[in-house]
C-alpha cells in the first residue's frame, strides 16, 4: 500500500470530466473521507452531499470504481483499485454539480407509486396492533429499511431505457404499504403501480438487490407487486 491514493473525481456536469487528486491515504478511511479530505484541502468548490456520516440518512451515495455505493460506510481498502479510486455521480439522475445529483425525480416517483401511508376517511382513534410474526408485518419489515439513497436506482437497466419506470426505490416502498394492514389506500396504491411505468417494466435483473447497502430485495417486492396486481385483475381486490 503506498502513502497516497490516486483519486480521479468527476467535476462539473453532463459534459464534465475527471479531475485527479493524491490523497494521503489512512487507516480505516471512508471514500466519504476521501472526498471531504480533498474538499477541505484541495478544492473547496468540489460539490458532494452528506449529512449523518452512519448509514442512516442516504445521501453520500456515489459511483466508486463503477458501482453505486454509500460512501460513508465503504472503505477504501475494500474497494480500492490498487491506489485508484474513480468517483462519479450517480448515474440515471441529472448531475447538479460534480458528485451532486438531482433527486428530485426519485423522490416524485415515490409519491406516482403512492409510496406514502393512507390512514383513509376515518381511522382508528386507538394505536393499531400488528403482531410481529403475521406474513404481513414480515414482508412490511423486510423492505422498510430503505434509506432513500438511490443506490438501486442508480444501478437499474432499466431506469436507463426508460426514464418514466418507477424504479426499484418507489416500488419496493408501495410494497411495503401493500402489507401494511393498517393503510387504506391498496385498490389505487394497485393502479399506480399497474401501469407501463410500474412493476411489470422490471426485467428482474437484480442490481437493484445486489448493490442495496441494507441488503433489501427490491426485486422480491416489486414481484409480490406484479402478484397483487395479477390478483386485483382477477378480481381478488388490493
Ligand atoms: Fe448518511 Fe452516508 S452520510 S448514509
Redesign the pocket.
Known sequence: MSATLDVAIWRGTEDGHFQSFAVPRREHQTV?DVVTEVQRHFDPTLSYR????????????MVVNGRPR????TRVSEVAEGDRLKLEPLRNLTIVKDLAVEMTDFFDKWKDARGYFEPGPAPETDFAVVPPETRERQTANAGIEC?G?GVCYSACDVVAWDQDYLGPAALNRAWTLVNDVRDRGQTERIDAVATDAGCHACHTHMSCTQFCPKQIAPTYAIAGLKRAVMKRAFGGGG
Do not use: E, K, P, Q
Open positions: 466519504l452528506f449529512a449523518c456520516r452512519v448509514g442512516m440518512c442516504g445521501s453520500c451515495a454509500w460512501t460513508c460506510r434509506i439513497c
